[in-house]
């Protein structure tokens, strides 16, 4: 279980007034963190979730060209499949001034998962630790592709494992890239967003001692205050 739970709640009437919380919240820490140094590090989570978020961050006013996006995890698959989280990130920040940040790839055509993690694994390590990661979670528990039963779900989970790991669901899905825990844990300032009601006991249910492999979210909830960011509507 996780040796420390530091959760900071946010509850928003609706899904688009917390979506536009946490954009200004994700930007003022992005501007903080440009004051202090040459580039900002951003880490984005896929999903249906982050839509709107990100349609509100992309109107915050920041040095954008100073940004480096990162993703927390991602399909191995080509950016223009509609399941890819760098596809739909890469839209949702395409109508405002984030379209100059540089939004790093996961998927590296022309190389298997395993090189594509290690590639993946250097540039994060270059910029480690990352300044802002905003993290989602599915009814299931999981987090980044912390899938429950998947291949490699104990790598990604082992503090020893300061990288991007490749993870494999056991259901047929197609294999994923994803942060290790030690890299989510270590990131200066943690968002989780979150829709819904049945997320939210799901969450309630993870602050309980459990096996992290079980509700694989438990693992994330070291480290510096993950600040959860939710609103009982569904976003679609």
Request: hydrophobic share 45%; glycine share 12%; net charge negative.
């Amino acid at each position: 279980m996780s040796d420390a739970v530091a959760l900071v709640w946010r509850a928003h009437d609706d899904v688009d007034a917390c979506a536009r919380a946490l954009g200004e919240a994700v930007a003022q820490d992005l501007r903080a963190a440009l004051e202090g140094g040459a580039t900002g590090t951003l880490a984005l989570s896929g999903g249906s979730t982050p839509r709107p978020f990100l349609e509100h961050l992309t109107t915050q006013d920041l040095d954008w060209s100073r940004v480096e996006i990162y993703l927390v995890d991602e399909r191995w698959c080509d950016h223009g499949d509609a399941r890819s989280n760098h596809g739909m990130i890469g839209r949702a920040l395409s109508g405002g001034g984030a379209r100059e940040a540089r939004l790093m790839p996961l998927w590296r055509p022309g190389h298997t998962l395993a090189e594509g993690g290690a590639l993946a694994a250097a540039e994060v390590a270059r910029v480690a630790p990352l300044d802002v990661l905003v993290l989602g979670m599915g009814e299931d528990g999981h987090t980044a592709s912390w899938i429950p039963g998947a291949e490699g779900l104990d790598v990604a989970l082992d503090d020893a494992i300061a990288a991007v790991v490749p993870v494999v669901p056991t259901d047929g899905r197609e294999p994923r890239l994803t942060m290790s825990r030690s890299v989510v844990t270590g990131a200066k300032s943690r968002y989780l967003h979150l829709t819904g009601a049945a997320k939210r006991r799901v969450l309630e249910q993870a602050i309980t001692p459990g096996p992290w492999e079980e509700l694989p979210i438990r693992a994330a909830l070291s480290g510096a205050p993950l600040h959860v960011y939710w609103s009982p509507g569904v976003a679609r």
